[in-house]
């Protein structure tokens, strides 16, 4: 069970919570391309995210173009699925328009937009609008995976896309249709009962639950001829700077950008 021995099919079921239990990341690609209708269709459902405020403070750069997915794909660790993949689209934290808005239109300095909060709502903004579009994408039979390493480079990403100030990557999307017989396992999840709390958030009872966690994704990738452990994953991640990839940069990179984050 993906989700732990806690987790009970609800009464109600529905299409949804079926593609959204489903979901795996793909990255292997038929060279089949990615039509202009549906890319239309999947920015219409990251449209259709929460945004708050209605402030839409994010954008989306489709690149199609060969030549540019493979330097983005150098910029985010040489990883060769982004070349495969026939769309990458690379999602934005996006201050600029809300600025000329702002200042053009509105008639005042945009001095809100510089500071934490305003970053913040970009960047909640994008990831939900993302998640949105890659739900769009599995339903209609496509495979996605998300490119967190546009940030180890981002302002080299940024000059990439022509970015403007205000303007930040914050991680990609590949999009294409599954190459046949290279599909994924459905990755097992952190037992509910340590990222569930109730009324109070409780850390210690998490260790048993992580353990145990750690046992059954071992046997997963023991299974798909992986290296095993969650455990040393998130501690290579976290355990030192270099571990970052780059992005312990990315305070002073946002602030090229623009985003003074007061």
Not at 166 to 179: K, Q, R, W
Not at 224 to 230: I, Y
């Amino acid at each position: 069970m993906r989700y732990g021995a806690g987790f009970e099919v609800p009464g109600e079921w529905s299409a949804v919570l079926e593609q959204q239990l489903a979901h795996r990341s793909v990255r292997g690609y038929r060279a089949e391309a990615v039509s202009d209708e549906t890319l239309a269709a999947l920015v219409a459902a990251a449209q259709s995210a929460p945004t708050s405020g209605n402030l839409q403070l994010w954008s989306v750069v489709a690149v199609r173009d060969d030549g540019r997915r493979a330097r983005l794909a150098e910029l985010a660790g040489d990883q060769q699925f982004i070349v495969d993949a026939p769309l990458l689209l690379v999602w934005l934290a996006d201050l600029a328009r809300a600025r000329q808005v702002t200042t053009e239109i509105g008639s005042a300095t945009a001095e809100g937009a510089d500071f934490v909060e305003a970053a913040l709502l970009s960047f909640i903004d994008v990831a939900l609008a993302a998640q949105n579009a890659s739900l769009a994408a599995e339903s209609l039979g496509l495979g996605t995976v998300f490119v967190g390493a546009i940030r180890n480079r981002p302002l080299e990403v940024a000059e990439e896309l022509g970015l403007p100030p205000n303007v930040f990557p914050v991680f990609g999307l590949t999009v294409g249709h599954p190459e046949l017989g290279n599909e994924a396992a459905v990755k097992p999840r952190l037992p509910q009962q340590a990222v569930l709390h109730h009324e109070q958030y409780a850390l210690e009872p998490q260790l048993a639950h992580v353990e145990a966690y750690e046992e059954l994704l071992n046997a997963f990738y023991a299974t798909a001829g992986l290296p095993g452990s969650w455990v040393k994953r998130v501690a290579h991640r976290f355990g030192s700077v270099a571990g970052l990839k780059g992005r312990e940069h990315l305070r002073g990179a946002l602030r090229t950008q623009g985003f003074e984050l007061r």
